[in-house]
């Protein structure tokens, strides 16, 4: 079955510090791939998204995330957060189907 | 509107009484998705529809959780005879049904059950 594992539950970075979260995956063929942000008080929006092609995929607000099919991770990146990057990320799998599995999130808090 | 819509933003009920929630998806959007988020959890799917079909229930927890949708947009999830570990925010997002377009969320129906 179709597994997300966001191994960070909790994050708490001062501005200006880079950011990594992580993210890994268990499915065996080819898989779509994506981050969701939730803003306090907002409803879940998509930060980046990965079809196919360049694994090295840019979203909005300065954030990347990498796809490495060999260690089945989408890891999230921003090279210096800021107090406003203060959310909640998810990482989603879309594997063969319409079906999205989600991971439980992280809890980012950026320090001003 | 343009994005998702959901009502009510907020619920309140006793447990044993029955509730629906209600999701108004992007105009033109042939998927719909319905979760559920209860605290400490990610997003749990619980039902997909394509259209007016379901395809996939799978993820609904019980039978006391049913779902429909009618004229391909407006979609209802209904749980009967509520309990308290139904209280959890109910999320609803649609799509254009096409495979590489991702999913929009709407800002979900906080369920608390007493």
């Known amino acids: 079955a179709q597994s997300v594992s966001q191994h960070n539950h909790h994050v708490i970075l001062s501005e200006a510090a880079s950011l990594e979260l992580g993210c890994n995956y268990s499915y065996g063929g080819t898989v779509n791939l994506f981050w969701y942000v939730q803003y306090p008080g907002q409803h879940l929006q998509l930060l980046l998204k990965y079809f196919s092609g360049d694994p090295l995929v840019k979203g909005i607000k300065g954030f990347e995330a990498e796809f490495i099919k060999s260690k089945f991770s989408f890891n999230l990146r921003k090279p210096s957060v800021q107090w406003s990057d203060t959310a909640e990320y998810f990482c989603?799998?879309?594997?063969?189907?319409?079906?999205?599995?989600f991971g439980t999130g992280t809890r980012l808090k950026v320090l001003a | 509107g343009a994005g998702v819509s959901q009502s009510p933003s907020n619920k309140v009920t006793e447990k044993g009484k029955d509730v629906e929630l209600r999701c108004d998806p992007i105009s033109g959007h042939t998927a719909l998705y319905w979760y559920r988020q209860s605290l400490g959890q990610g997003l749990e799917f619980l039902i997909y529809?394509?259209?007016?079909?379901?395809?996939?229930k799978s993820g609904l927890p019980s039978d006391r959780f049913s779902a429909e949708r009618t004229g391909g947009s407006v979609s209802t999830l209904t749980i009967q005879r509520t309990q308290q570990e139904d209280s959890a925010v109910y999320l609803c997002?649609?799509?254009?049904?096409?495979?590489?377009?991702?999913?929009?969320f709407g800002d979900g129906t906080r369920l608390s059950i007493l």
């Open positions: 529809f394509q259209g007016n079909s379901a395809p996939d």
């Open positions: 989603a799998v879309r594997g063969g189907t319409y079906k999205y599995i």
């Open positions: 997002a649609s799509s254009p049904g096409v495979y590489d377009q991702p999913q929009h």
